[in-house]
C-alpha cells in the first residue's frame, strides 16, 4: 500500500511517501508558512518517488493538537488532493505520529508541542523493539511543571522528548533520571511516523470501517480554543465589565 503522509501540526512542514513501513521518500523544513510550503513539497516527493498521485492508495494527516492554522491547512491540502480520485484518508493524532518515529527502540516518548503561556500539548507512549508503540496516555494540553510530575512516576526509565517543545523541557532540575538527550534528527516532526501508524490503523481496520476513511471525514481536533476565540472573549469580557460599571 502506497501512502502519502503529512504532519503541519509544528513549527516543521512534514511529509512522506512510504509503501507499507518502507519509505521511499521524506522531507521536512522548519517553516512560518505552511500554505506556501507544503504543496511543492509534496509534488518533490511525488517526482522522486516516482508516483503519480492517482497511485496513492492511502493518504494520512495529522489532525492535532498542535497549531490552528497549521492543522487546518494540512487538513485542507489532504481533503482536496484525495478529493478528485477519492483517495481513503485517516487523521492521525500529531503527538502519535512522533511517537511512531520510535518505533524498533525500548523507551518512553514524549511528544511535545509548544501551546505557549507556559504550556505544552504531550502525551506519552511506550515503544519497544518489536517495533509496536503503545498509548500510555490521552493526547493533553498541560503545564510543564505538571508533565514533569506526571513523568517522576517513570523514574529509572530512558525518557526520550520529541517535538518542537523538546529544548523547553529537557534540562529542567524537576525531571527524574532516565530522560535522555534526543538526537536532533528526532526531535524534529517526521511524517514517516504518521504514515506507519495510519499503515497500522488501515490494515485492522473492517471493510465496513474503511468505507468510513473519506476525505471529507477529516476534521482538526482542537484541545483548546484558538488564540483568536480567547482574544475576542477576553474583549467582550472586558466591554461587559465596562457596562456593568457605568450602571
Partial sequence: MRILAVDTCAKTAA?????????LAESSVKTDTHSVTLLPMIEALLRAADTKLGEIDLMAVTVGPGSFTGVRIGVSAVKGLAFADRIPCVG???LEGMAYNFAGIDTLVVPVIDARRGMVYAALFRASSDGTVTRLTEDEQLPMDELAEMLRGYAGER???????TGMMIGRDDLPEGVAVTPEKLRIPSAYGVAARADAIYAEASEAAKEGFTDAALAPVYLRKSQAER???ERLAKQNNGSEGSL
Fill in 15 to 23: 511529509a512522506a511517501i512510504t509503501e507499507g513501513r518502507t519509505l
Fill in 92 to 94: 492521525i493524532s500529531s
Fill in 159 to 165: 525518557i526520550y522528548f520529541t517535538g518542537d517543545a
Fill in 231 to 233: 482574544e475576542r472573549e
